[in-house]
């Protein structure tokens, strides 16, 4: 019995690791490159453009967590081409599959993915395998407010600067939380489909303030700042390249009224479990 773990290195697949080996589970994690992980941890080499590295990967697998890195379109389409392709070969028992905060479970929303989009493309060809599949539908992670653009200011100017209006309510979620719902999922296969996670009712610019205030015994102030301006700030850390797509969803975001999941797919209702506070997720990482 092992469960795969794509991305075990990075922002996403690390908490996921952890919460299962704190489980007890026996996770393996799937990367490019098995330097950078712990003495004593079970990994597999593999690249997710290659079926052929997958199904091997996945032979016998209780379980497989996958998103998709950053990237174009184009190379994003391969790796679904290659991971549906392996899925259907190798049939591991159960595929959990991140959204990584692309939206899916709302149709007929002009911030939906487009249904030939590599996301929908992923989770469609995967679920038409017959393999049971679960998705983890996200919006935004609250480490996005750990940046240094964005967590410098706050802790020198008392001033949260984030490129959303005041009043546009999110669903706001920590990786570590995400990685709670993963592990249920691919522990326990009562439920399948989209599951929503995130901040129910969704939380506003002066919630997270509010939230850094008590964390940094200081009166911490929201300021929106445009989508453009928070691409120049971010654009020394990841390059133009990798910050455009950045910019493209927070103009998106800005033509809407808000960004929050709804109660009848969420982990909240489907599963029971409730996301920490902004505030005990503050207590925990370090600013």
Not at 177 to 199: K, Q, Y
């Amino acid at each position: 019995m092992t469960y795969i773990i794509h991305g075990a290195t990075g922002a996403q697949g690390s908490p996921v690791l952890a919460a299962m080996l704190a489980a007890e589970k026996p996770a393996v994690a799937a990367v490019r490159t098995q330097d950078a992980l712990p003495d004593g941890v079970a990994s597999v080499a593999v690249d997710l453009a290659d079926a052929g590295s997958l199904a091997e990967a996945y032979a016998g697998a209780d379980g497989v967590f996958v998103h998709l890195p950053m990237g174009p379109p184009e190379q994003s389409l391969q790796y679904v081409e290659a991971i549906a392709t392996a899925v259907a070969k190798a049939r591991p028992t159960r595929v959990v599959i991140s959204t990584s905060g692309q939206i899916v479970d709302q149709p007929g929303s002009p911030l939906q993915a487009p249904d030939d989009s590599p996301i929908a493309t992923l989770i469609r060809r995967v679920s038409d395998t017959g393999v049971s599949t679960a998705v983890v539908a996200t919006r935004l992670y609250l480490e996005n407010l750990l940046l240094p653009v964005v967590s410098g200011p706050a802790k020198l100017d008392g001033v949260l600067r984030y490129p959303l209006p005041a009043a546009f309510a999110t669903s706001w979620i920590s990786h570590r939380d995400v990685a709670d719902v993963v592990v249920r999922l691919l522990t326990d296969h009562s439920t399948a489909g989209v599951v929503a996670v995130g901040a129910l009712p969704g939380l506003t610019g002066p919630d997270l303030a509010a939230a850094f205030t008590g964390q940094l015994g200081r009166e911490m102030a929201y300021e929106a700042i445009t989508p453009e301006t928070f691409g120049e700030l971010i654009s020394p850390l990841f390059g133009p390249e990798a910050s455009a797509p950045v910019v493209g969803l927070y103009q998106a975001l800005n033509t809407q009224e808000g960004n929050s999941i709804t109660s009848d797919n969420s982990a909240q209702k489907l599963l029971g479990i409730q996301p920490r506070t902004v505030a005990a997720w503050l207590a925990d990482v370090s600013l």
